[in-house]
């Protein structure tokens, strides 16, 4: 089915920081990676007010409590 261990899973910059402090970590920063020219450009433009929407990836960092 489509909610087994082998599909993928979408995730977003919220529901890994949840993850995170149900294991007792507090995320503390996190960066948006853009590899496309055209990416950077828009979140640029948009006053990076877009730029959870436009990133590829998202590195989210944290430290135990």
């Keep these: 089915?489509?909610?087994?261990r082998t599909h993928l899973?979408?995730?977003?910059?919220?529901?890994?920081e949840e993850w995170?402090?149900?294991?007792?970590?507090?995320?503390?920063r996190h960066t948006y990676v853009?590899?496309?020219r055209r990416e950077r450009w828009l979140a640029a433009g948009s006053l990076h007010?877009?730029?959870e929407l436009?990133?590829?990836?998202v590195i989210?960092?944290?430290r135990r409590v």
Excluded: K, N
């Design 34 to 36: 853009m590899p496309q």
């Design 54 to 57: 436009l990133a590829r990836q």
């Design 60 to 62: 989210v960092v944290g």
């Design 20 to 28: 995170l402090r149900a294991c007792d970590i507090e995320p503390f």
């Design 49 to 51: 007010l877009l730029d």
């Design 9 to 16: 899973r979408i995730t977003t910059r919220r529901t890994v």
């Design 1 to 4: 089915g489509i909610f087994d």
